[in-house]
């Protein structure tokens, strides 16, 4: 079985996403008696349930809400989880989430996930531990010759 020593408090997360549902599972997977230590604020009612049945203490309410946060333990968090699905739309309120969550929590590792190198760096600025950028590059064969340029997700870790 795995160990995950930085869970000595609370894994807290800031709203749900793919990456977020990766990082349940695969606590689910390894450690699965560390879901009763997961917390969070999420803003999608079916999810919460879903969650909740998993055994995580979630509840539903605006992840972007520092009195939400506080109101569901963000004080315990050892962790804290800041991957929304878009981070590109909600990039001003994941950096104001990470400099009040450093401000309420100044020992527990931030993680974010950023739209841009740029949002990253910002991130870092304001106290975040670990940042995933998330980007769409435009793919040669869809531009050339007036193809679809939407782009393929690709992930960069500075």
């Not at 689910?28 to 879901?35: C, I, K, V």
């Not at 740029?118 to 050339?144: F, K, Q, S, W």
Request: charged share 25%.
């Amino acid at each position: 079985m795995a160990t995950f020593p930085l869970l000595d408090n609370r894994l807290f997360l800031v709203g749900y996403s793919d990456d977020a549902r990766v990082l349940i599972d695969h606590l689910q997977a390894e450690a699965p008696g560390l879901l009763s230590r997961v917390a969070g604020v999420v803003d999608d009612a079916r999810v919460v349930s879903q969650l909740k049945a998993r055994g995580l203490a979630v509840v539903c309410g605006d992840p972007w809400n520092v009195t939400t946060l506080l109101d569901a333990d963000l004080q315990r968090a050892g962790i804290v989880v800041v991957f929304p699905e878009d981070p590109v739309r909600h990039g001003e309120r994941i950096l104001t989430t990470v400099r009040a969550v450093r401000r309420l929590c100044p020992d527990a590792q931030i993680f974010a996930k950023a739209g841009s190198g740029e949002d990253a760096e910002r991130l870092y600025a304001v106290g975040a531990n670990e940042v995933m950028v998330i980007r769409t590059t435009p793919t040669p064969n869809r531009t050339a010759g007036g193809g679809d340029a939407r782009g393929d997700l690709a992930i960069d870790t500075p």
